[in-house]
């Protein structure tokens, strides 16, 4: 990216993501099943490789632009994200239901290809000048540099850890809805409970850890909402009061999205004040390398995150399933305690 410019690598996550999902559409016109299934994998990759190339532009930025303030921006930014992620939960399975499958992929894509122009009109033209942000003597940073600091590989495992416990009901939740007689239309609404928790919590980060000095606390506090979710759900398999209990599914998934909220936002922050700490040179090519990596870990998460979803779906069960998947999070306790981390060389933090 430090080669290209944030403002082109972000037009082509942006042309990627347009037209993968327009093409998504389309795939419904072929008679073949093979080309279906082929053309599926295709555009999701390409629609995957454009929303990491848009997840490391708007973070470079973001270090770039806003130094100070990280934690906010990165927060407000993810706010439009959780919002998103609410009305396109809702506006694709009332789409769908009302429309057919092609005209939701055809007018999501329509409107990310709208987003061209301003993009072209507010993103500075060109590159930031590496000259002026390098400072002299310092080590140019590399990705076993980067995550052979203690702080930071256990920034990158926590939101690991998050999004796989995040995205570990995509698969699974709409499976054990229809199972519980839930109609087609409303599984939607559950989905958009979870971002819902993801977008009134990023608020409440906006305030709040901007103000904090030790952010760190946030990615741990937010793992064991998430594992406190998982166990609860979990618990039906004991306890007839929660099994089954769609309010209580509900609002477990809420708990979910907020905790995903306080492992996430904050890392940026966190990296960008660690790295400030070290004899590390600061320009364009040390925030996208960071950025990379944490994107790595965001989407790592998401793919491991579904698989496991299936996989305990189809041998425990719901409700056990979830019961196995609060191990995870709760490893960070163990981690935390065997491990603890030295924040008092980080006066930033």
Known sequence: MSFIGIRCITLIAILLIGFSSIAFGLLDLTQNAN?????CILCHVLQTTGMALNAIGVDSMLVEYFPNNISRMCGLFDL?????????????STLYFVT?????????????????PPCLLFIPKGDINLNCCVKYGKEKLTFKQLISIPEIFAIY???F???????FFQ????????????????????????SLGYTLNTLFICIVATQTKNKLNFLFVGLWIQALAFIIIGCGSVIDVFQNNLYIIAFMLFLNGCGLSLSYIPALDLIANILNNCDISKN?????????????????GETIGPLLGGLLFANFGFTQACALMAIFPLSTVCFKQQHPINLNSFSSL
Not at 35 to 39: K, S
Not at 80 to 92: E, H, N, Q, T, Y
């Open 171 to 194: 698969p699974i939740l709409g499976l054990h809805l229809t199972n519980l007689q839930v109609k087609d239309e409303m599984v939607g609404l559950f989905f958009a409970l979870q």
């Open 35 to 39: 080309l279906f299934l082929y053309g």
């Open 161 to 167: 850890i998050a999004f796989q416990s995040h995205d």
């Open 100 to 116: 057919s499958y092609q005209f939701p992929f055809y007018l999501n894509g329509s409107l990310v290809l709208l987003t061209v």
């Open 157 to 159: 495992i926590s939101t």
């Open 284 to 300: 364009l090519s040390t925030s996208c390398i960071a950025s990379s990596v944490l994107s790595a870990s965001t989407f790592l």
């Open 80 to 92: 439009s994200c959780g919002v998103g992620l609410i009305f396109g939960a809702i506006i694709g």
